[in-house]
């Protein structure tokens, strides 16, 4: 079974930086794409940014030229760069992945962690 373990989230003021990582691990033959979603209380979760094992992002308006998304293939590893944050960015920020494990395709999702900014 394929699991994706995030960590990175915490408390940041505005302005500050903070960078998640989220690790793929299991019977993994091949990985897609990996991406970051957020999601607040009583809204939908939003894609945040997207990057294809073969190369290529994809970004969401509100976050572009603040956030980078990069991916370490050969550790089966996504990153999210944030920079900028600004309080609107506070979310429960998960990891997706789509791959194919030993056996068939997964849509696969992290276990969330949070990120909070303010002063």
């Known amino acids: 079974q394929v699991r994706l373990v995030e960590s990175g989230g915490g408390l940041a003021q505005p302005g500050g930086s903070l960078r998640l990582s989220c690790a793929a691990s299991g019977s993994i033959f091949t990985i897609n794409a990996m991406a970051w979603y957020r999601q607040t209380p009583g809204r939908q979760r939003e894609l945040v940014a997207r990057?294809?094992?073969?190369?290529?992002?994809t970004y969401a308006d509100s976050v572009k030229g603040r956030f980078t998304i990069s991916m370490d293939n050969a550790m089966n590893t996504v990153y999210l760069q944030m920079n900028g944050l600004k309080p609107e960015d506070t979310a429960v920020y998960y990891c997706?992945?789509?791959?194919?494990?030993?056996?068939?395709?997964?849509?696969?999702w992290g276990q969330g962690t949070q990120v909070t900014v303010s002063s």
């Open positions: 997706h992945s789509d791959l194919y494990s030993s056996s068939e395709y997964e849509s696969v």
């Open positions: 990057i294809r094992s073969a190369g290529g992002t």
